[in-house]
Antibody, heavy 120, light 106 residues
Framework: EVQLVESGGGLVQPGGSLRLSCAAS????????MSWVRQAPGKGLEWVST????????YYADSLKGRFTISRDNSKNTVYLQMNSLRDEDTAVYYC?????????????WGQGTVVTVSS | EIVMTQSPATLSVSPGERATLSCRAS??????LAWYQQKPGQVPRLLIY???ARATGFPARFSGSGSGTEFTLTISSLQSEDFVVYYC?????????FGQGTKVEI
């Protein structure tokens, strides 16, 4: 069974930074694109970013305006999300998700999420 | 950016009835459309992909249809565990986008 375990969330002041990690197991990590999706309290799902299987391409939500950076280390089966210049509106549960199939595009497996709270 | 619009925001139906949820894309997404189910306090689960393929673990009462800009999720006979929130998601273009969700309530 696919395992995705996020970590790195917490309380941070506005303007601060956090680095989220997602450790993957029980599948061939290097074969799949990986994504981050977030959900603000009581709100819907918002796609944040995707990195392709080899890390060669990355994609971001327009609203992030260059503040977030996704990366992966296939030798460690881990995907990261570096979040800078955090704002109150970045408060959310951040989910790591795996593509449903190779090049599939939809999100077939999700982690349990890590909570990010931006507040002074 | 492709805007995904779900309707209605809340759908009130009775157990055993049929539920029809709609999702409209602001541009053509072909059949690159997924539906997710999210129960309270739980992680979203992939329900439908490729507009009509049912994901593992979901019963046949769930079906998806549509292509281009108009999509439908149908639950043929609602069971108690189906009264939750459903999201559509386009993966045709970057940036990926979700609809705002439809809550199915009793």
């Amino acid at each position: 069974e696919v395992q995705l375990v996020e970590s790195g969330g917490g309380l941070v002041q506005p303007g601060g930074s956090l680095r989220l990690s997602c450790a993957a197991s029980e599948f061939t990590f290097s074969n799949f694109a990986m994504s981050w999706v977030r959900q603000a309290p009581g709100k819907g799902l918002e796609w944040v970013s995707t990195v392709t299987d080899n890390g060669g391409s990355t994609y971001y939500a327009d609203s992030l305006k260059g503040r977030f950076t996704i990366s992966r280390d296939n030798s460690k089966n881990t995907v990261y999300l570096q979040m800078n210049s955090l704002r109150d509106e970045d408060t959310a549960v951040y989910y790591c998700a795996k593509d449903h199939g190779r090049g599939g595009g939809c999100l077939g497996d999700w982690g349990q999420g890590t909570v990010v709270t931006v507040s002074s | 950016e492709i805007v995904m619009t779900q309707s209605p925001a809340t759908l009130s139906v009775s157990p055993g009835e049929r539920a029809t949820l709609s999702c409209r894309a602001s541009q053509n997404v072909n059949r690159n459309l997924a539906w997710y189910q999210q129960k309270p306090g739980q992680v979203p689960r992939l329900l439908i992909y490729g507009a009509s393929a049912r994901a593992t673990g979901f019963p046949a009462r769930f079906s998806g249809s549509g292509s281009g800009t108009e999509f439908t999720l149908t639950i043929s006979s609602l069971q108690s565990e189906d009264f939750v929130v459903y999201y559509c998601h386009q993966y045709e273009n970057w940036p990926r986008t979700f609809g705002q969700g439809t809550k199915v309530e009793i």
